[in-house]
């Protein structure tokens, strides 16, 4: 314990911190798993995933904030400054027919396994149901799950990929959702405080009525957007509830309609 600290009364109880259940380093390491930290990962889960990972990084946090919350050394909305500043972060990378899922809390791997490629799809674009979430309602949905998220390059890349595979076109639209999102992106990163910067939902809100055309999302246009986010993130990561997870989500909806 580094001098000043005042030291723990002897028989207080000790939270379980991330040091203690994953192989990190640094000032990490001794934070308290904390009740939002693990909120926040079990969101992220659900939202790329599908599930939560039964004995996953959120199984393990829920279970850690869980008993710091008993012991009384965190509170039920305290979140940690590491994921509160830096995020939460599940990506998803193909290797040799495999997918490679690595979770992290601020860009610190807490997770990585292996699990089988995905399959195609049974149905086809042209004959998925009426009721098929579209590319459009896909972006409009990101708009309600990160929509005060600063827009930036990967979210630009994402918009402009989506925007491609719903005009079935290589073309930009000016002043289209991606040409909006290319420009947001640029202002937002010389402008300093988050406050002053365009959001997602300023760009994605009514998304639909801003695109050239429509179609329903396949798993073919998420691995495009998921690809393009990639990519761009300095983090090789994705942001949970953002265009990729999205469009993810809806490719894996409308497989099961």
């Known amino acids: 314990m580094s001098q000043g600290q005042p030291q723990r009364p002897q028989g207080d109880p000790e939270p379980i911190k991330y040091g203690d259940v994953f192989v990190v380093s640094g000032e990490f390491a001794s934070k308290p798993i904390a009740p939002q930290d693990a909120a926040a990962m079990q969101a992220a889960e659900n939202i790329v995933l599908g599930e939560t990972q039964k004995g996953g990084p959120a199984a393990v946090m829920q279970s850690a904030a869980s008993v710091n919350e008993r012991r009384g050394v965190v509170g039920h909305d305290d979140a940690t400054d590491v994921a ?47 009721d098929a979430i579209t590319i459009g309602e896909a972006l409009e949905a990101t708009a309600l799950s990160a929509g005060d998220k600063p827009v930036d390059q990967s979210d630009a890349a994402a918009i402009q990929a989506a ?38 939902a300023d760009v994605l809100a009514d998304a639909t009525t801003k695109l050239p055309d429509d179609k329903p999302v396949t798993r073919e246009d998420a691995e495009g957007v ?32």
Do not use: F, W
């Not at 998803?92 to 899922?101: D, K, M, Y």
């Not at 947001?184 to 405080?193: D, F, K, Y």
């Not at 942001?239 to 993810?248: E, Q, R």
């Open 84 to 130: 509160r500043d830096h995020g939460i972060t599940i990506s998803e990378a193909e290797v040799a027919g495999h997918r490679i899922i690595t979770e992290a809390v601020g860009g610190q791997v807490v997770g990585q396994y292996v699990r089988p490629a995905p399959v195609n799809m049974n149905s086809p674009a042209a004959v998925l149901g009426s």
């Open 226 to 257: 998921i690809g393009a986010e990639l990519r761009n993130n300095p983090y090789l990561a994705t942001h949970p509830g953002g265009v990729a997870s999205s469009m993810a989500a809806a490719a894996r909806l409308n497989q099961e309609k």
């Open 163 to 200: 925007e491609v595979r719903a005009a079935r076109t290589r073309q930009i639209t000016p002043g289209g959702l991606a040409a909006s999102a290319q420009a947001a992106a640029t202002l937002n990163a010389r402008t300093m405080l988050d406050e002053n910067k365009t959001k997602l």
